[in-house]
């Protein structure tokens, strides 16, 4: 599986990423980070993931951050988000569970979408990235479809980490169209997501 190397949505490589603090103080450039609006209901998935882990879901009285992004930390969300992506493999959870939906992390080596979001997040957050830059979100897929992806915040906005697609996106690149996503301020809260895109791209592409 090969990964973009750059984030030309943005306009920039690795060449014009800044260096320094890894984390500054969460600011809205416009269009590069979700229009969020006001509470929303979590997926009865998460919610169960939260009763069995309390722990992962504690939100933290400091302010939500943004993760500034240098070549070191590109290279570890290209790297953690391949590992994933080849490692573990897609199986539905009606298929591995018996349940139509069950987040958990993925122990035995397959999972659907929440696997691959729930372990990516895990696997940064030991890598020091905060945890409130790194948002579960749901989404409607190219075949409206509910499907799970990563945004991680960071100064050049939000990018998605997803199981179906080789690249690392801005969020408003992507084909999908957003819904929801975890509160920067409390991981056990939801957030509803304006996606007012008039259009999204019809298919994806490796």
């Not at 929303?40 to 882990?53: K, N, Q, S, V």
């Not at 500034?68 to 573990?88: C, V």
């Amino acid at each position: 599986m090969v990964l973009s190397k750059t984030l030309s949505a943005f306009g920039i490589g690795l060449a014009l990423l800044f260096s320094g603090a890894s984390t500054t103080l969460a600011e809205t450039p416009l269009g590069r980070f979700m229009p969020v609006l006001g509470e929303a209901t979590a997926p009865a998935g998460h919610l169960e993931f939260c009763t069995l882990r309390p722990q992962e879901c504690v939100g933290t009285h400091t302010l939500p951050v943004v993760v500034k992004l240098d070549g070191p930390r590109w290279q570890e969300l290209l790297d953690i988000n391949k590992t994933i992506n080849t490692t573990i493999k897609p199986l539905p959870d009606e298929d591995q569970f018996g349940v139509s939906e069950f987040w958990t992390y993925p122990t035995a080596g397959y999972g659907d979408c929440e696997e691959y979001v729930l372990e990516k997040r895990r696997l940064l957050i030991e890598a020091g990235w905060p945890k409130s830059a790194l948002l579960i979100t749901v989404v409607k897929d190219t075949n409206n479809q509910g499907h799970a992806v990563l945004s991680v915040r960071t100064n050049q906005g939000d990018l998605i980490l997803d199981n179906q697609m080789n690249a690392i996106l801005p969020w408003y690149s992507t084909p999908y169209r957003f819904i929801k996503r975890q509160s920067s301020r409390d991981p056990a809260k939801w957030a509803a997501i304006s996606d007012r895109r008039v259009t999204t791209v019809a298919s994806i592409k490796n």
